[in-house]
């Protein structure tokens, strides 16, 4: 019996077969003069150094397919990457879907493609506990049994930590900060391990940090239990300021090198942290499920029609 396709993948299928697959080479000419295109990245490893190691090979792969030195910059925090994103600091980043959407609603910075995480354009936010803390599911987080606890969310610039599972509270009738006695907002690695020593009743993640800490070793399997999980979100954007979007020719070479990657990788692994498989072309429309969410929780509002 087959799993039900998404709606997200299904929306994007047509698109990452052509994107992937019809690719043009853009050839090895030498940089062209002019200011570096800055790079923003968020931390997705536990430390800068580890993150500026991780991405510097798709960086010098930008730079290669767009003729341009491409200056990598590692922003500690998802707010912080949109904020750059915003104000000029950055020209292109590799952001979180949250973070895009502010940087979308505040700059008209856009979207351009997304990345692939074991093939799909999607991942999921969950709620985790430790097996002491006597939580069975979301409802009992959010009733009698769970009030009082302690909780933890990622930054306010996060999907996963901080947006979407506010949105679920709020759907529920739940004010975080009135019903836990003490709400924290800290790093997706953080929450797990310190919801899986203990020192924290339950926290935020996503999918895709929880798998990758149990792959490395940091926490174990056992001692991060979900108990909640969201519908499929759309994964990280590639995005661009508004002021570069506007050169279109540059905006599809940026998309053509991305859609690149995803063959690439069977020669040069290094391109994309494991389980990352490549880019599909997207744009702003795809992320309206996260900026449904912003406004349904108040943290955007309306545009003046």
């Not at 502010?102 to 856009?110: C, D, E, P, R, V």
């Not at 987080?141 to 009082?148: D, E, F, R, S």
């Not at 053509?256 to 744009?283: C, I, M, S, W």
């Amino acid at each position: 019996m087959k799993t039900p396709m998404s709606p997200i993948r299904r929306h994007l299928l047509a698109a990452a077969s052509a994107s992937i697959l019809a690719t043009p080479w853009l050839g090895r000419s030498a940089f062209a003069q002019g200011t570096p295109l800055k790079f923003g990245v968020g931390m997705f490893q536990p430390d800068r150094e580890k993150n500026d190691a991780t991405y510097r090979p798709l960086a010098q792969h930008l730079a290669q397919r767009l003729g341009r030195p491409v200056e990598l910059r590692t922003v500690d925090s998802w707010e912080g990457l949109a904020k750059s994103l915003a104000n000029g600091e950055t020209d292109i980043a590799l952001m979180g879907p949250w973070g895009y959407v502010l940087a979308n609603h505040f700059s008209q910075a856009q979207a351009v493609s997304t990345i692939l995480y074991q093939g799909k354009p999607e991942y999921f936010a969950m709620i985790v506990t430790h097996p002491e803390s006597g939580l069975n599911s979301a409802e009992e987080l959010l009733g009698l049994k769970g009030k009082g606890r302690t909780f933890a969310f990622g930054d306010k610039g996060s999907t996963s930590g901080y947006l979407i599972p506010l949105h679920f509270f709020m759907q529920q009738g739940i004010d975080p900060e009135k019903h836990f006695a003490r709400v924290l907002y800290t790093k997706h690695q953080a929450i797990e391990m310190q919801v899986a020593a203990g020192q924290i009743d339950a926290g935020a993640d996503y999918n895709r940090n929880r798998s990758a800490m149990i792959e490395q070793g940091l926490i174990k399997a056992e001692r991060s239990k979900i108990i909640w999980q969201s519908a499929p979100l759309p994964n990280d954007a590639v995005a661009v300021s508004a002021a570069l979007f506007k050169q279109k020719s540059f905006v599809k070479r940026l998309q053509d090198a991305l859609a690149e990657v995803g063959p690439l990788l069977k020669t040069q692994p290094q391109l994309l942290p494991t389980h990352y498989t490549g880019f599909v072309t997207t744009d702003n429309g795809f992320y309206k499920p996260i900026r449904d969410a912003g406004l349904s929780t108040g943290k955007l509002s309306p545009r003046p029609q």
